[in-house]
Structures are given as C-alpha cells and as structure tokens.
T-cell receptor
Framework: GNSVTQMEGPVTLSEEAFLTINCTYTATGYPSLFWYVQYPGEGLQLLLKATKADDKGSNKGFEATYRKETTSFHLEKGSVQVSDSAVYFCALSSPQTGANNLFFGTGTRLTVIP | DAGVIQSPRHEVTEMGQEVTLRCKPISGHDYLFWYRQTMMRGLELLIYFNNNVPIDDSGMPEDRFSAKMPNASFSTLKIQPSEPRDSAVYFC??????????????FGPGTRLTVL
C-alpha cells in the first residue's frame, strides 16, 4: 500500500539554524511527492513538490530531493526564521489511485525561537 | 482567485445536533476532497468527488456522516447526529482535472468543529 512516515516532532530550533525533517515513503510505482505547510490557524499550503526520481523541489529556501533508492524526500532549509514556525506534512500521490488521493504523514511541528 | 472557501470557520454545537459544513472549490477545479484533522489520527481523507460524483467515500467514518456536491461550485459535509468524538478541524480541498490535471491540491482554511 501507500504510506508516508515522517520524523516525529516537535522540533525546536534557534533562528538561522539548519533544518532537516525526514520523510520516507512506501508506494507502488512512481509517486509524486509533496511537502505541505500549515501555519497556525490556517489550512495546508503546498510548499514544494517533485514528480520523478532525482527531482529537487524548492521554495522559500526549502529544498527536498526525490530519492528513489532510499524512498526518501527529506525537507531541508539552511537557515530557518521565526516565520517558518509551522507544521510540515510530507505526502505522496500514487498513479495507482489515479494520482487523486494524497497520503499524508503525521506532520512535524517546527518552532523557531529568536 | 479567491481560493477554496469554507464556512463556517468555527462551529460549536451540542451532542445530537445536526452540523453542516460548506465548501466552495476553486473555479474550474474538477476534484473536491473532504479531510478531517485530529491530534490522535492526523489528517484523514473522508471522501472525494470528481465532476460532482463521489468517487471514494471509504474514509467516511460511519453513517452519521454524509457529503453531497449538487453542483461544481458547492459541497456540503453533514454530520447527523453529532457526537463529541467528531470534534476536529475539517478541511476541504480542490484540484484541477481534465486537460489541466495536476496532482496539487489546494486547501481551504478549515472549519473547527467542537461538539459538546
């Protein structure tokens, strides 16, 4: 089946620290991979995505590389800011389901302190 | 574009009452999804529609939950009767289909439901 496992939080970092949030997946075939971000009191927003192996998604200083050999899509940012405090969700969509369903991880809460 | 619109943003009701949540997807999107988010279970897909037709409702927890999409610009999720364990944030999302098919879903701001 399809599933996503992501690093449990919460994660607390100081401003300008390096961020890694691990995400691994199980899927049949070649899924598309996503990171969504949820700011306090808001809905989920797409942060970045990658649709095939070795693709790198990037946005707002965040990056993630689709690694088929390790079935991973780890989220990284070189220097976090207080405004990055949010919950981050790794997700996949599988062509076996017509790429219509998104399978989400449990979310990782990030708090950045000044 | 106004994005996905949900109403109400907050709902507090008493056990046994009927609750109706509403969603307006992004214009032109062919797919609409209803999710539920709780601390215990995370984000769960309840049901999704394509061209107003329910495609997969396997995530609907029980018969107390029902969803409709009478037209391309409106959907409802109804809980009758409501129970305290239904307390959660309910999200609606939409995405494009057909020639513009994309696997990116766009989420509304959610409805926070509290059942006392």
């Amino acid at each position: 089946g399809n599933s996503v496992t992501q690093m449990e939080g919460p994660v607390t970092l100081s401003e300008e620290a390096f961020l890694t949030i691990n995400c691994t997946y199980t899927a049949t075939g070649y899924p598309s991979l996503f990171w969504y971000v949820q700011y306090p009191g808001e809905g989920l927003q797409l942060l970045l995505k990658a649709t095939k192996a070795d693709d790198k998604g990037s946005n707002k200083g965040f990056e993630a590389t689709y690694r088929k050999e390790t079935t991973s899509f780890h989220l990284e940012k070189g220097s976090v800011q207080v405004s990055d405090s949010a919950v981050y969700f790794c997700a996949l969509s599988s062509p076996q389901t017509g790429a219509n369903n998104l399978f989400f991880g449990t979310g990782t809460r990030l708090t950045v302190i000044p | 574009d106004a994005g996905v619109i949900q109403s109400p943003r907050h709902e507090v009701t008493e056990m046994g009452q009927e609750v109706t949540l509403r969603c307006k997807p992004i214009s032109g999107h062919d797919y609409l999804f209803w999710y539920r988010q709780t601390m215990m279970r995370g984000l769960e897909l309840l049901i999704y529609f394509n061209n107003n037709v329910p495609i997969d409702d396997s995530g609907m927890p029980e018969d107390r939950f029902s969803a409709k999409m009478p037209n391309a610009s409106f959907s409802t999720l109804k809980i009758q009767p409501s129970e305290p364990r239904d307390s959660a944030v309910y999200f609606c999302a939409s995405k494009g289909g057909g020639l513009a098919n994309t696997d990116t879903q766009y989420f509304g701001p959610g409805t926070r439901l509290t059942v006392l």
